[in-house]
């Protein structure tokens, strides 16, 4: 039951996030250019950057929309391989499965981009999407490995307590 439950939760944001991911590829490329534009715009406005500020800005934003799409792929792989890990699956198969998952949805999403006025597929996009997925699914497999190794060490002062 309450891996059920998990595994609806998980699917639940899956589908979210994945469709904050289709909006973004929906977006036009000024729409899309402005949004990214307006965050570095406001970063330079923070630190006070006056010399080369357009250049400053010019190479911002796209540094800025990289590390959106590695973000949202992130979150993407975090909760698609938390679902996967749900099923009695070995943990190499979880992780194939969920890098395959993520190639597959940020290709798409870049085809998808090719049908949104003033935007184009990138393979660089396809590239940082799946080393996000991939960060994403590293991070669930640490915070498992912490809690193994945290719920062993109170296995071990239980056993100790007993002898006590």
């Not at 009695?88 to 998952?101: N, P, S, Y």
């Not at 996009?125 to 960060?135: A, K, M, P, Q």
Request: no cysteine; hydrophobic share 50%.
């Amino acid at each position: 039951m309450k891996t059920n439950i998990l595994r609806i939760i998980f699917l639940t944001i899956i589908i979210i996030n994945s469709l904050i991911i289709f909006g973004f590829s929906a977006q036009n490329g000024e729409k899309s250019g402005s949004l990214s534009k307006t965050v570095i715009t406001k970063i330079a406005d923070i630190f006070n950057v006056e010399e080369n500020r357009n250049d400053f800005i010019d190479i911002g934003e796209k540094v800025i929309r990289k590390i959106a799409h590695f973000a949202i792929y992130t979150s993407l792989g975090i909760f698609s391989f938390a679902f996967i890990s749900t099923f009695k699956i070995k943990e190499k198969m979880q992780v194939i499965i969920t890098t395959l998952w993520g190639i597959i949805y940020a290709s798409s999403d870049e085809i998808h981009q090719m049908f949104s006025f003033g935007r184009h597929a990138s393979v660089d996009d396809v590239i940082i999407d799946t080393l996000g997925v991939v960060f994403g699914l590293l991070v669930v497999m640490l915070i498992k490995k912490i809690y193994e190794i945290i719920k062993n060490k109170n296995i071990d002062i239980e056993k100790k307590k007993e002898v006590i």
